[in-house]
């Protein structure tokens, strides 16, 4: 496969990361060509790649606005756009998560993406009340996506 895929995430409680790291795993055991990037440190050239899933982080009820600075290329319009969020609210409600955070930002930028999804969000532990409560991340549902994302690019 020839194509070229970015993952780039934006995180601070570390499960932003977690997740981007198993749909690049993911996307490369199918055959991509994947770079990663943590958007805190590099906004990479879009231009380069073909397919690009975005994902951030969730916190007092606002996406990081560092994130949002790649939703503005305009390069955008023309590649394969995927975008993941992991929240707290999405541990219980991740369509409602999508709604509430995702879909006004793809309305703002105009963005066309061909799936939006939200993942469980890390609890902070303070915030935990039982023990089942702290291990709320759900890895193997980044990965079906992930394989979802490649069926859906090696079709075309």
């Known amino acids: 496969m020839n194509s070229k895929t970015l993952v780039a995430y934006f995180t601070k409680g570390g499960a932003s990361e977690e997740y981007a790291k198993v749909i690049a795993e993911t996307l490369t055991e199918n055959g991509f060509a ?23 982080g969730v916190r007092m009820s606002m996406v990081y606005r560092p994130w949002k600075k790649i939703l503005k290329q305009k390069a955008l319009s023309n590649k394969h756009l995927f975008m993941f969020l992991s929240s707290g609210m999405a541990i219980e409600e991740p369509d409602k998560a999508v709604e509430k955070f995702l879909r006004p930002l793809v309305e703002k930028y105009n963005l066309m993406p061909k799936s939006l999804v939200s993942f469980p969000g890390k609890i902070p532990e303070k915030w935990a009340k039982l023990d089942s409560q702290k291990e709320t991340m759900k890895p193997e549902k980044a990965k079906a996506w992930a394989q979802e994302i490649a069926r859906q690019i090696q079709s075309k």
């Open 34 to 56: 994947v770079e990663i990037y943590n958007l805190a440190h590099d906004i990479p050239d879009i231009e380069v790649f073909d397919t690009i899933i975005l994902g951030t």
